[in-house]
């Protein structure tokens, strides 16, 4: 038993002074390449991690779901059907909102009382929202003996966060939450939203988290002013090209580009240019993987954390910081910013006997201004791993 269900376990008992009915996990992730594109219906190439959420809970004979979590050290709790989006507690929205969702879907609910926590760091980037919302799934499913397809209980999950909490995310994080197959990479159509697991050829080398330590609240960010600004693009596309049948940006080609600059405003253009660039770059490192070609996969990431930095403008000087260190370190085949960026972490390929000179590099030079003084990045490599699915069943 690993320290986090340990800890979620024996709290449930000396909490409610019972054992759980059902155990649930589900990992966050990290976006190897592939940012933004998601809400625009293009490609991501994202990997479930092994940093997770564990949710513990038990049906109870009333109308009242109360839960603990052990990371805020707060209680919470509501009435069946009475889920307010403006609860005081907020993780607790997103146990409501998974709710909400659950019943709008033709799921009736009881009772229940829960326990959960988590390794996600919040607002690192790794989807610590979208793991907590398909751990709740994923328990109530074993619960209520239900299972949704991936893509539904991705879909679900993904409203919860969008008209519930009011983070209008695309499906990247929730899907590959659930799908993640341990030792692969998971391409995900975003448009029709099949999948397909990549086999990764890297021998030699390790995918490296480093956490700037830079946090961000999406909600409050201007994640949401981009998703705007791309939807302005998708309409300006249609309008130079009436002739096309133009559903999203996944629709427009690099060749487009040219003739779009000419009157669009510089910074949908920008917004535009990132997206379908972005897109490109996946499909090649799908291609790069399989073939073990590390270079062109360093080279991809390099490239797309200087289309975010400069076209998309998500990026921070945190960031920017670790990329450039890390660019500076022999055997690091290339780096990027992970997640929807204002703060987070990096995600570098780097050859394994190079690790620890990379890890001394970051120590050393890592001093961002920005950041209370002594405030170090944390590194750690990735084990790539499984989606969500239950630990035990009563």
């Not at 990997?47 to 959420?53: G, N």
């Not at 975003?190 to 490296?208: A, E, F, N, R, V």
């Not at 022999?330 to 780096?335: L, R």
Request: with cysteine; net charge negative.
């Amino acid at each position: 038993m690993n320290n986090l269900l340990k800890q979620v376990t024996d709290t449930f008992k000396n909490k409610w002074s019972s054992e759980p009915e059902v155990i649930a996990t589900a990992p966050g992730r990290v976006n190897l390449i592939g940012e933004h594109t998601d809400y625009t219906g293009g490609f991501v190439l994202p990997v479930a991690i092994d940093r997770e959420i564990i949710f513990a809970v038990s049906e109870t004979l009333d109308n009242t779901i109360s839960g603990y979590s052990v990371d805020y050290r707060n209680e919470a709790s509501c009435t069946v059907g009475s889920y307010d989006p403006a609860h005081p507690v907020s993780w607790f929205r997103y146990v409501l909102g998974v709710l909400s969702e659950l019943e709008n879907a033709g799921h009736p609910l009881q009772g229940f009382r829960f326990v959960v926590g988590g390794t996600v760091p919040i607002g690192s980037g790794l989807s610590s929202s979208a793991a907590f919302e398909m751990a709740v799934l994923t328990a109530i499913e074993g619960l209520q003996q239900f299972k949704l397809s991936d893509a539904d209980a991705a879909l679900l999950c993904q409203k919860a966060e969008n008209d519930f909490v009011g983070m209008n995310c695309g499906i990247m994080d929730q899907y590959i939450s659930r799908s993640g197959k341990k030792d692969h990479a998971v391409l995900i159509d975003c448009t029709d939203l099949s999948i397909k697991t990549i086999t990764m050829s890297t021998p030699g080398y390790s995918w490296l988290v480093i956490d700037s330590m830079k946090r961000r609240g999406l909600v409050d960010s201007e994640y949401n002013r981009r998703r705007q600004e791309c939807e302005e693009g998708l309409k300006f596309a249609q309008s130079v090209f009436p002739e096309r049948n133009i559903q999203g940006l996944r629709d427009i080609t690099i060749e487009d580009l040219r003739p779009l600059k000419k009157s669009c405003d510089p910074i949908v253009f920008r917004r535009i240019k990132h997206i379908i660039t972005e897109n490109d770059r996946v499909l090649n490192t799908v291609e790069a993987l399989q073939a073990g070609d590390i270079n062109t996969v360093g080279t991809c990431l390099y490239q797309s954390h200087e289309s975010l930095r400069d076209d998309f403008e998500v990026s921070c000087k945190e960031l920017d910081m670790l990329v450039e260190i890390l660019s500076e370190v022999d055997g690091v085949a290339g780096a990027r910013m992970t997640g929807g960026g204002f703060g987070g972490c990096v995600i570098s390929l780097i050859k394994n006997t190079q690790i620890y000179a990379a890890e001394q590099a970051i120590q050393q030079s890592y001093k961002p201004v920005t950041l209370p003084a002594g405030t170090k990045a944390e590194i750690w490599p990735i084990r790539i791993s499984d989606g969500a699915h239950i630990i035990k069943k009563a």
